[in-house]
């Protein structure tokens, strides 16, 4: 009877397409810090990780475009609210032996004070305040915002932007953004994204803030 021995390869040497995702069983969370120390920080591919699965996903070069508009309409909306914050882009959020998640960008709000002059994150900080992604989201992405207990996640897909709030530890779906209640958030965010393609970043957000905070006032 012939027998046989798993092939084991480091991760490092996977090749995803742009746009790609794999889904990793079984992975326990010593194979999961061992694979972001071999994968390192400098890289293209974003991990999820929640409950013992790993989600390796490699993004399109255009979901580029809606994660930084949406980022600066976030920070434009809270300089026009007088409210200060931190940027921690798509840092690495870990909750010890369950979930580990990296944002395309978000935002420290509330704690903002707290995470000043953190360059590395610490055992006992808090989730951001906000959290953005571009492309899908997969359930495996959200429930690892979950644990982690981010309270407010923006999904921009296709289109269309939704909202998760956590209530009660779960995620519900919402047309209104506690953070800035009094702005439909899920009309202007796309509808200037999709501007942006037609007349560029820069336009688009001038734009923007002409119609919709300066015309709030």
């Not at 999820?48 to 070069?61: D, R, V």
Request: a negative charge.
């Amino acid at each position: 009877m012939t027998s046989f021995s798993p092939i084991v390869k480091p991760i490092s040497q996977m090749r995803l397409a742009p746009g790609s995702a794999v889904t990793i069983p079984n992975v326990n969370w010593q194979e999961f810090e061992s694979i972001l120390a071999e994968l390192g920080e400098k890289r293209a591919a974003r991990l999820a990780y929640s409950q013992g699965t790993l989600e390796i996903m490699l993004p399109l070069p255009e979901h580029e475009k809606p994660k930084d508009i949406i980022s600066d309409i976030v920070k434009l909306f809270l300089k026009a609210t007088g409210r200060r914050y931190e940027p921690f882009g798509s840092t690495t959020f870990k909750k010890e032996g369950a979930a580990g998640v990296e944002p395309d960008a978000c935002f420290y709000i509330q704690n903002y004070q707290q995470m000043i002059g953190r360059r590395r994150l610490e055992p006992d900080d808090p989730p951001p305040d906000l959290a953005i992604e571009s492309d899908v989201t997969s359930k495996t992405t959200l429930d690892a915002y979950q644990g982690i207990g981010v309270p407010e996640v923006w999904v921009y897909d296709s289109g269309k932007l939704t909202l998760y709030v956590l209530r009660e530890g779960k995620y519900i779906l919402s047309d209104i953004s506690p953070t800035f209640p009094e702005i439909p958030i899920t009309q202007v965010i796309p509808d200037t994204v999709k501007r942006s393609w037609q007349v560029g970043h820069v336009q688009a957000l001038e734009e923007f803030e002409s119609a919709v905070i300066r015309g709030s006032r």
